[in-house]
């Protein structure tokens, strides 16, 4: 069955950068997915990247995935405090309806 | 404000009691789901509905019973659960079922505590 798997917690300092990872198990799964919760607020779309690309940028975000090692990462350059939240990632397959997410990984941004 | 309301946002209820979730969207949306994040665990899709049927009921037991009368309102009603069963309980809507581009409205979640 589907399964993404993250690591649990992430600490940076202030201008650094944060690479946020994830793992996927489906082959299948076409279009991949990072989700950002602030403290008591519900999921946002930050950005997504289908399977053929192997990189999208978008400002300070960089997403990168290697789909032989069913691999995603985030990376969020020059971090800020208000950079502090919990990332998600999802994977979704072709012709399925839903996502799947993995346990969130919590970014801490220290001063 | 992502156009997805949820209430109440924060619930006690002992396991004897009925209570229920309401979500509400205005965003003219024709999917809304409900997902359960608990703390170190997967988010955790539980219902699927589209144009006001269920699509997908994952295996959920049956003390959480959804109802969805319209396409802009879901409501999650709760009866004797469980202290496990405490949780942030998320809606979400999308424009379709399976849209690629992945996106989800969620609303704020109503974190439920099961005495």
């Known amino acids: 069955g589907e399964d993404v798997e993250q690591s649990l917690f992430l600490s940076v300092r202030e201008g650094d950068s944060s690479v946020i990872n994830c793992t996927y198990t489906?082959?299948?799964?076409?279009?991949l997915y990072w989700y950002k919760q602030e403290p008591g607020a519900g999921l946002q779309l930050l950005t997504y990247?289908?399977?053929?690309?192997d990189m999208k940028q978008d400002q300070r975000l960089t997403v990168l995935l290697n789909k032989k090692d069913k691999h995603l990462s985030l990376r969020i350059a020059d971090t800020q405090t208000g950079d502090s939240a919990i990332y998600f990632c999802?994977?979704?397959?072709?012709?399925?309806?839903?996502?799947?997410f993995g346990t969130g990984t919590r970014l801490l941004v220290s001063p | 404000e992502t156009g997805v309301t949820q209430t109440p946002r924060h619930l006690v209820m002992g396991m004897t009691n009925k209570k229920s979730l309401k979500c509400e969207q205005h965003?003219?949306?024709?999917?809304m789901y409900w997902y359960k994040q608990s703390a170190k665990k997967p988010l955790e899709l539980m219902f699927v509905?589209?144009?006001?049927?269920?699509?997908e009921n994952n295996s959920v037991p049956s003390r959480f019973s959804p109802e969805c009368p319209n396409s802009s309102h879901l409501f999650l009603h709760l009866h004797t659960l469980q202290p496990e069963d405490s949780a942030l309980y998320l809606c979400?809507?999308?424009?379709?079922?399976?849209?690629?581009?992945?996106?989800?409205?969620f609303g704020e979640g109503s974190r439920l505590t099961v005495l």
């Open positions: 979400a809507s999308s424009l379709r079922l399976g849209d690629n581009t992945g996106e989800l409205f």
């Open positions: 489906d082959s299948s799964s076409t279009y």
């Open positions: 990247i289908f399977s053929n690309m």
């Open positions: 999802a994977e979704k397959a072709t012709g399925f309806q839903k996502l799947v």
């Open positions: 965003l003219g949306h024709n999917a």
């Open positions: 509905y589209n144009f006001k049927e269920q699509t």
